[in-house]
């Protein structure tokens, strides 16, 4: 296996490069084409990688790609998922390098989908193939790769639901989370939810001049910027009532391992460039990025951004906003409790409209699985040490909807770091990260056979 991998390794990163060129923007419409251009890649590279079956499925939005590879019927089986779609790469004159023309400088990949998901998906992929090519691939494996995940997976649902027989396995293994670092292997053993609206504050029926109304008349950017200011108090709690109602408090003892992860907080401010952290008190910066529930502004725009100067009074102001939530949060309810209270907070002289993007549920990783201790007996094999359960601060909303639609539990073995600027310019994704997820995931099924017995 070994002399396979090192074998085929320029080839490997050569093909990665290929799919990264692919501006594969799920949320912008001018890309449809390149979507659709880069699902045909990943059938293809399945297809030459030994699946038995690889094709596109259409829904009423982006493609979702499924390849299987079963052995024995007998056998178990993984469900490898993954996202071929990006995040928008703006600002682009951010980037030092195009984000779709992939470069490397000091081992690491430099574009757009390089670690979110791009390069950790196709290391399954090539995983799978080099345990093809040596007669080695122990378990049955299925690829579900979608088009959706950057815009919410609003069409997976559906799929899943219509083919659960396709999609029958014993365990779903995703590489779309971060390690602590390269020398500290760790296993993701839960993931936040997510509730996403879009908020529009509505005054006078026109733009006005500032000057002829100014005073007299409501300006929805300060009226909306003074109620997002009001979803925080001065300790960092969020005002919305009920919002902490299904929260689940951790104990000592589990908030002590999670804190025993190494951690230096110089070093986060430092790679942040910024002076100080904040947030909710009571709690550290590491428990407020995983096990605490959050509220962001994720943009905010209305009146004239122009170059120069226009004294106008803006007829509306729009946010964008995120809630990230925790075991036992109910997105849904945590949506409506948002709605309910930024209606109430809105002042006479406006009028407020919430409209719900997307959302998904929060999600715990079991540790006695037999999945997650073929993941943590995979990394220890190929790390040298064992890996350190940690909480993860993202969210992947279709773990919940693999456990419901599905009964199954997910592994999320992933390879990136934190570091790694996914959804911001400079995206990267280091060599050793990729080659290393390459090397780690046929321990991975090698353990997970073994263990299933």
């Known amino acids: 296996m070994q002399d396979y991998l090192e074998a085929n390794k320029g080839r490997f990163l050569d093909e990665l490069l290929d799919l990264l060129r692919i501006p594969s923007v799920s949320a912008d419409s001018k890309f449809k084409g390149d979507v659709r251009k880069a699902a045909k890649f990943v059938r293809e590279s399945l297809e030459k990688a030994g699946a038995d079956v690889a094709e596109i499925h259409e829904t009423k939005g982006h493609p979702i790609v499924y390849g299987e590879k079963i052995v024995d019927a007998s056998k178990p089986t993984v469900l490898i998922y993954g996202h071929y779609d990006v995040q928008p790469a703006d600002p682009y004159e951010l980037w030092t390098s195009p984000p779709f023309e992939p470069v490397i400088k000091d081992e690491k990949i430099y574009a757009r989908g390089s670690a979110d998901d791009k390069g950790q998906f196709f290391m399954h992929v090539k995983a799978f193939e080099a345990m093809m090519a040596t007669n080695s691939l122990p378990c049955n494996v299925k690829f ?23 999609l029958k396995a014993d365990v779903i293994l995703i590489s779309d989370t971060a390690m602590i670092a390269n020398d500290v292997p760790s296993i993701d053993t839960g993931l936040r939810g997510l509730s996403y ?15 002829v109304y100014g005073g007299a008349v409501a300006n929805p950017i300060n009226a909306l910027a003074k109620m997002i200011a009001s979803l925080h108090d001065e300790n960092g709690h969020i005002t919305i009532p009920n919002f902490y109602d299904d929260v689940i408090e951790l104990s000592a003892e589990e908030r002590a391992m999670l804190e025993a992860a190494p951690f230096e907080l110089e070093e986060y401010k430092s790679d942040l460039a910024i002076e100080d952290v904040q947030g909710e008190a009571g709690y550290t910066t590491r428990e407020r990025a995983s096990i605490r529930p959050t509220l962001d502004c994720n943009g905010i725009w209305g009146g004239y951004i122009g170059e120069g100067a226009k004294t106008v009074l803006p007829s ?44 998904g ?33 993202g969210s992947i909303p279709i773990v919940a909807l693999f456990e419901k639609e599905l009964g199954l539990k997910t592994v999320l073995m992933g390879f990136g770091l934190d570091s790694d600027s996914i959804h911001s310019p400079n995206e990267h994704y280091g060599l050793f990260n990729f080659y290393k997820g390459i090397e780690t995931i046929p321990l991975f099924f090698k353990h997970f056979a073994e263990l299933s017995k």
Do not use: C
């Open 197 to 211: 609206v879009e908020v529009e504050v509505t005054g006078p029926n026109r733009d006005l001049h500032s000057g």
């Open 361 to 393: 549920q929060p999600y715990l990783t079991p540790l006695e699985s037999a999945a997650y201790k073929a993941a943590e007996a995979a990394l220890a094999e190929s790390f040298g040490k064992k890996p350190v359960p940690t909480r993860g601060g």
């Open 144 to 166: 579900m790769i979608e088009g959706e995940e950057e815009v919410g997976s609003d069409n997976l649902g559906n799929f899943v639901a219509e083919n659960r027989e396709k």
């Open 316 to 359: 509306k102001a729009y946010a964008k906003i995120s809630m990230r939530l925790v075991p036992n949060q109910d997105w849904n309810k945590i949506t409506e409790l948002f709605s309910k209270h930024f209606l109430s907070i809105a002042p006479k002289s406006v009028t407020v409209t919430v409209t719900p993007h997307h959302g």
